[in-house]
């Protein structure tokens, strides 16, 4: 029987990641629904990409918390009524806690752009560029209690013939839009 695959974006900023989410989804290419996108900034990009879409928004302000599992447990609620079923991280700047880890076992993907274990945490390409690499690229992983760890699920390498900042960028972006829907879709299928 198939499944709906409904899924939970969080994310921080831009949210292009969400919008490639969205266009895989309408354009059958991505078997999923996307019930509810969660941010921890309310001025992030991401929300009118979401409204755009018509899909939910929650943006709660961790620091409007007592806790962190506080903070968490509010947005389980609204994960729990939207029946969401996987959380995709999709430039989500924060660690996820014990709360949602415990509730979404090996349920949680993030993406990140270096090739993991290799420059983990912020500024992942300009870690990147500063080490001198020759090579580039995305890591899309299971999520855990650390910071860009947790095991791998795919990974797209590419040569960085062009330093520039701005040009490795848009790669980077290239590649995940293309890597993050297929990688959800294969995941998907094989449930
Ligand atoms: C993406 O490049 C994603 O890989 C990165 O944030 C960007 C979000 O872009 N995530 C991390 O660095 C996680 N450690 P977007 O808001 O346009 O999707």
Known sequence: ??????????????????????????????????????TDKPDAYVLRRAAAA???ALALRPQDFISK??????????????????????????????????????RIVNIHPSLLPEFPGKDAIGQTLAAGREEAGVTVHFVDAGMDTGPIIAQRTFRLDNRDRQTVEEAVHRI????YPATLQKLFSRQ
Do not use: C
């Open 1 to 38: 029987m198939m499944t709906t695959n409904k899924i939970a974006v969080f994310a921080s900023g831009s949210g292009s990641n969400f919008q490639a989410i969205h266009d895989a989804i309408r354009n059958g290419k991505l078997a999923a629904e996307l019930v509810l996108v969660v």
């Open 54 to 56: 018509g899909v939910e």
């Open 69 to 106: 599992a506080d903070y968490e447990r509010a947005i389980l609620i609204e994960l729990h009524s939207q029946g969401a079923e996987w959380l995709v991280l999709a430039g989500y700047m924060r660690l996820i806690g014990p709360v949602l880890l415990e509730a979404y076992p090996n």
């Open 176 to 179: 995940e839009h293309e890597l």
